[in-house]
Structures are given as C-alpha cells and as structure tokens.
C-alpha cells in the first residue's frame, strides 16, 4: 500500500464513520455534527457547488449524491442492511499492519505491553512480511548512554509512572541525582513521560507537591515510588500550564543569520521544535525569533555556538555576552 | 471529488518545507525561489490552508508583505502537525462509492463471496448500474482492496475467487490489552518510522475500539518528546518507497534535485539503496546506496525529487561490508572513500571539576567511538576516528571554552578562524 493513499483521505475515513454511525439510524443534525467536526476548517465544495454534506445525505440530483445512507422516518442508516451487525467492519490496513509489526520489535516495548498482548499480536502478525525493519534505519548524531543496571527496577518504576500518569495520581518517591545526593521520600504529580529522541531515555516531568515548582527526574534513578491516593491540591492540566507558563521565556531570543554553507537551512533544522517567526533582511541575512523554554537555555547556546560564525544573537543581551564569553575562551585555549 | 485534493504528494512537498522549515518567505518570495506562476503558489498556499489546523498557521507582517509560517511548540503540541498533509489524496466518487458498497456488501453477507455474487447483489438493490460502472472497476477495486489495502481477503476455489473481510487480527484482545496498545502506539508513532503509518494505525485503532468493542479511549497525552522534528514527514512518501525498495532487494532510479545542478541527465542515477540513515539532531534523512560501480553514494532525501522502483534484484549482503568500511566513522553523512583513511582526531578538554564532570561523560556518550584518558585533575584528552573531520566542526564547536583540537586535519585552523569571525561580528577584533 501506499503511504500517500485515497482510501486514507480524510473524507474517505470521514465517510467510514459516518456510515459506522448510522447503524442504528441517525439524525440529520447530528450527523451534520459529525460532519462538522471531520471535515477540514474551511469547508469544501465540489465542482456542481455541492457540499460535502449535501453529497453524503443525498440532498442533489441522484447521480450526484453519494447515496451511502437511506433516509427512513427522519433517520438515517447505511443503504445495505448490516442485519444488525457493525456495517463497515474496522481491519488494519497492509501499511498498518508493516508498522505494527515493527512496533512489536521496539526494544522497549515491554515497558508499554504485557507479555500476554505482546505475545498474541505477535503470533497474529507471524507470517506478515514487513518492510519496516529497524536494520534498514540507522540513527545518527544520537547519545550513547550506558545501558541501565537494573533493567527489572527501571521496567517496574516505568510502569507505576505511567499508571500514576493515567490515573492523575501523585507519587511519593525517592531519587539519587548524577552527584549522588539522595533525595528521600519526595512528593509530586507526574506530568508527562518525557522521551529523548537522541539519547532514548524516558525521564519523567513532575509539579513538586514539596517544592510546588516543576521538576524532572531520570526513571531509573527514581526509587521507593507509591501512588498515592490522595488530593495533593493540584491536579495535572493546572500543573502542566504551570510548567509552560513559568519556565516561558517572555523575551524571544532574536538571531541574524548570515546564509553561508546553508547555514540558514541549517539553523532552522536546529530549531525547527520551537515557536519562531522569521523575515528576510536582505543582503543574504535573515533574521529569526525563537520562544523557547527556560531549562532549554544551554542547549540553545551550545546549538549557537555549533552554527559558527554565520549566527549572530542581537538579544538577549545575557544570551549573547554567554556566547561572546565562551569565544573568547576558546580563542584563549 | 474536491479540486483541494492532490494526486501526488510532491505537488506540496517544497512549499511545505518553505513554509514550515523557513516560513519567511512571502508570495513574491515563493514565486521567485520556486520559479512558478503567482497562481500556483496561491493555489499551493491555499491548500497548505486547507489541510493544516489554522492554530499552526501564522502570519507576520513584513513591510508591505505578509509571511505565512507553520509553528508549533514541542512541548504542548506532541502531535505532528503535518501528518494530516497526508490524508489530502485525491479520490473520484466512483472509487469512493464502490470501496463502500463492497465492503458494506460483504460485511452484510457475512460469508464469502465471488465477482458475481457482489454485483447481482448491489444491483438488485438499485445501488450499481452498469451504465456507469463495469464489471472491470469492480474486480480492479476488489484486486486493490485485498492485496493492495489489506481490508479484504481471498480464497480461490476452482479458479473463482471467493472475497472476505480480513481476519480481525485484535479480536483475542481484551478492553485492557486494547488499552495497552493504544498506549503503546501513542508513544511509538513518533519514533517508529515511517510515522505517518503509526498515526494512521492510532486512527484505526481509535475506531476499532469504538465501532467494534464500544470501549471508550480517553488520549490523556502523557508522552512528550526532547529533539523530536516534525519536517522530516515531509519526505516519508520518498522514505517509504525507498524502504519497500531495500525490503524486496529491488534497485532505483532516483531523481535528485539539486539546486547547483540542473542537468537532468546526472540526476538520474540507478542505485542499489542500502539503508537509511536519520540524523536525529538536525531531522535529516540520507539514503546510503551503491551504484553499478558499487561506489558509495549518498543522497539526501529532502533533494530527492523521486524514487522509481525498478524489476532488477541485488543481493543486499553483497554490500554489507562496503557500508560498513563507508560508513563506520562517519559522523552523520559523510562517506569515506576506500582509497583513504579515517582521520584522527585528538581534542583537549579542560574542565572545572567536579562540578563540569558531565562535559566529560557527554562527550564519550555523544562520540561512543572515541577514547578519553584522563591527564590531570580537570584536563581530558580524546582522540576519535572521523571520516571527515569537517563533520564534526559544529560539534566541536558547540564545546567553545572546553575543547581545544590537538590533531586534525586544518581542524584548528578552521576553528580559530571561525571564533575570531564570530567575534568580528559582535565588533569584537
């Protein structure tokens, strides 16, 4: 299959659920509702200036209307009778199936799937031949941690984080930090499992019921952890916009970028994650904004840095005497 | 159906990556950078419009010109943003009316059915007319749905294939396992590439849950993502393709796009693709193949302008050790060619210790091939091995104040050139 495929359109799905729906008969207005809420924000319209709505409750000349549905006493149902079963059954697609198979592959999935799932997709999935094979990717530019001791440990510690975070329970915990201080049964709601992409390591964010400030934590370095079933006094979307809004930086940092050896292609792949608006200066410079967070602050100056001589930060001023300083200090090496 | 929609995704590939990567460019930018008509950058805007949640797309003022850009913020926004540029392929109603009608059609049955059995059945209903659809689209859509799309399935007996529903793979699965999946998807739709195929399999399964089982799903976004880009999606049609080429040991023919080269001729190359590389700092995909020659040759995806599968088969363990002599002390990209020699590297590093230890252990974790000893309290020395120690100058100059180079070729040259032109610009001398 395909990965730029029709039967993957959103109006192609949109049509599958829709038909779904009016199994046991539908109104109008709600399936206008549905509509609604899965077409695209600005609204089609087809050549014959027929709405998408107008298409699927046949409200056109026959030959235009998509006749799917048949409208009996005020409602709607699928134009075959499914004799009360699901009309449209819901099946993987061959594409999906290639991808589910590598998901089973993942190193890590044990931490996310429990033998008994693992093992009937496996066996589901036996004889399928999949293209997506991890021996055919290789990761670059990655950060080799060293593999962690107690892999049992982690996998429990993993697993009661994830249960805390689907619960929305706070989780008293103990933890050693990289200098070897020990912090002993501390007190937080869990925010997110935070993943990294090039150290592939799940750290966990959490609003410090203790400390009532946001703090991370590396999972198999955490010990000791209990979810408690308790009001801690806030609760997990109040701590998460705590944490977007406190660690916001209010002042953008400004760059000029000279576009020597890409360097321009290169800056914005650098920072493609973050918010940023950019414009043209003209005589080959551009000038980008990036908002960033906070606790981001050092990998920001050190992705600078890395840019060479074709970045410039015009401000902050505290961001570019940082990077004026650590120059000079290499010259003077 | 919709004029919005598009028959090959290549027709919005460039001005996304204008748009998302860069997004400083106006209209008149667009036109001149891509050297086409003010009506199809319109065209290409407007659908980038359609396609794309308007929270995403902003638009800044700059002078008398207005700058469209597509941004998001990693941390409240986890979902990629330009996944859904993916669901905008375009489709007739025939195909649309036909996928439907057979499947409902089947699904009603509930036991197999032959060619025949499907169009007497949905033309006594009144839903087929041979007027407008023949006997020959039907029998294409039900060869494309059970082996190109995998929703159905066949057994042929005497010669006559009788067509089903596919098997249900999740149905020995209970609401917690289902659970657990969901859970598992979430997270990996963004690692496991291509991605677009994880979020499309979250979709169905989001749905199976619902129509099949009646099980509520709540997406409670619990995974975030540290150096996770989204641009690179831009490519996963290329990607695809090149993946299903390297599975069935197949060659291609690429067509690169180079901005420096418009030849169209050198541009076209046939190629044994072996594998792909993800440079996950910077987003960037490469394909590593060999050519007839079985010279190493690599290939940026987001310059590949196509990829053409072809009949002819290579045996991809012929170049196992060719990639590895290529590629083993390659930073990101870089190739070395057998007639040379990795080149050494010895950096210095000086650091406060204890308090800068992590300098230390983030250098051997970001160069796992290289070697640190210790000389004295606070002063490092590391040598690795590089195919091209160019590669490694944004790296080593992300250590400014750290790392002085002892050995590599006009490595320190380079650097010192580079700080004091960084000093220049801030009016330092």
């Known amino acids: 299959m395909e990965l730029f495929d029709e039967v993957k359109n959103r109006y192609f799905q949109l049509v599958f659920r829709i038909i779904n729906e009016c199994a046991d008969g539908k109104a109008k207005a709600d399936l206008i509702k549905i509509i609604d809420n899965g077409e695209f924000e600005q609204k089609l319209i087809s050549k014959n200036q027929q709405s998408f709505a107008d298409m699927i409750l046949n409200r056109g000349k026959k030959e235009e209307s998509l006749n799917l549905l048949r409208e009996k006493e005020g409602l709607y149902y699928p134009c075959i009778d499914s004799n009360g079963e699901l009309p449209l059954p819901v099946r993987f697609t061959n594409l999906e199936k290639a991808w589910l198979k590598a998901l089973l592959n993942q190193s890590e999935i044990k931490l996310l799937l429990s033998n008994n799932t693992l093992e009937k997709l496996q066996k589901e999935l036996e004889g399928y031949d999949s293209p997506v ?37 706070a989780v008293r915990y103990s933890n050693l930090d990289r200098n070897g201080n020990l912090y002993s049964n501390k007190l937080a709601l869990p925010i997110n499992l935070e993943f990294s992409m090039r150290d592939s390591r799940f750290r966990v964010s959490m609003f410090s019921i203790d400390e009532q400030r946001p703090v991370m934590a590396n999972i198999y370095s955490m010990s000791d952890i209990s979810i408690i079933d308790e009001d801690v006094g806030i609760d997990r979307e109040t701590a998460k916009n705590m944490l977007f809004q406190q660690k916001y930086s209010e002042q953008p940092i400004v760059l000029e970028v000279t576009d020597k050896n890409y360097a321009m292609e290169r800056c914005f792949m650098c920072f493609s994650r973050m918010e940023r608006t950019a414009r043209e200066l003209g005589d080959n410079k551009y000038e980008i904004k990036l908002n960033y967070y906070l606790f981001e602050e050092e990998g920001i100056i050190r992705d600078i840095l890395s840019l060479g001589p074709y970045v410039k930060v015009i401000s902050p001023k505290r961001i570019q005497e940082e990077v004026i300083k650590r120059v000079k200090s290499a010259i003077a090496l | 159906m919709f004029n919005e929609f598009i028959k090959h995704y290549n027709t919005i590939r460039d001005i996304l990556r204008d748009c998302f990567l860069y997004g400083y460019f106006s209209r008149d930018g667009l036109e001149n950078k891509r050297n086409v008509s003010s009506r199809k950058v319109s065209y290409e805007i407007r659908r980038i419009q359609q396609y794309i949640e308007s929270e995403y797309i902003k638009f800044d003022k700059d002078g008398r010109y207005k700058l469209m850009s597509l941004s998001y913020d990693y941390m409240r926004h986890p979902e990629n943003i330009l996944v859904s540029t993916y669901t905008t392929r375009s489709f007739t109603r025939t195909d649309l009316l036909i996928f439907y009608l057979i499947l409902l059609y089947i699904a009603s049955e509930n036991k197999p059915c032959t060619l025949k059995c499907i169009e007497d059945g949905l033309s006594s209903e009144g839903l087929l007319s041979y ?66 195929a994880g979020y499309f399999c979250e979709q169905t399964l989001k749905d199976y849950m619902q129509y099949e089982r009646k099980i509520e799903y709540e997406n409670k976004k619990i995974f975030n993502y540290k150096h996770l880009h989204f641009h690179p999606v831009i490519e996963e049609q290329v990607l695809w393709e090149i993946i299903k080429a ?41 394909l590593v193949s060999f050519d007839k020659r079985s010279r190493c040759i690599v290939s940026r995806l987001d310059r590949l302008e196509s990829v053409e599968l072809l009949d002819e088969q290579f045996k991809r363990e012929d170049f ?48 796992p091939l290289g070697f640190m000893e210790k000389i004295a309290d606070g002063h490092y020395r590391f040598t690795m091995q590089v195919n091209d120690s160019y590669e490694i100058i944004p790296w080593i100059r992300s250590y400014a104040g750290y790392v002085k180079v002892l050995e590599g070729k006009d490595l320190a040259e380079k650097l010192l050139y580079d700080w004091k032109e960084t000093l220049a610009n801030y009016g330092i001398v």
């Open chain 2, 131 to 196: 007027d407008n659809i023949s006997s020959k689209t039907i029998q294409r859509k039900l060869t494309e749905m059970s082996e190109r799309v995998g929703v159905l399935t066949y057994e042929v007996v005497k010669r006559t294939k009788y067509y089903s529903i596919s098997k249900d793979i999740l149905e020995k699965l209970n609401a917690y396992e289902l659970n657990e999946l969901m859970t598992a998807i979430g997270f990996y739709k963004n690692i496991v590439f291509p991605v677009t």
């Open chain 2, 320 to 367: 196992d050790q060719e990639y590895r002599a290529h590629m083993l002390y390659s930073w990101s990209s870089a190739s070395l060619n057998p007639t040379n020699k990795p080149e050494t590297v010895k950096l210095e590093i000086f650091i406060n210790e204890p308090e800068e230890n992590y300098i230390i252990d983030r250098i051997k974790n970001e160069a």
């Open chain 1, 133 to 169: 094979r991890d021996e055919y990717i290789e990761m670059t530019n990655t950060i080799k941690l060293p593999e962690i001791f107690d892999r049992d440990k982690y996998k429990e510690n993993f697993r009661l984080i994830l249960k805390a975070l689907t619960m929305e329970k």
């Open chain 2, 246 to 286: 390297i599975h069935q040991r197949r060659q291609i023919r690429i067509q690169y796009h180079s901005p420096k080269n418009t030849n169209n001729r050198s541009n076209r190359k046939v190629l044994n693709p072996y594998k792909i590389r993800y440079d996950v700092r910077h987003g960037r995909y490469y």
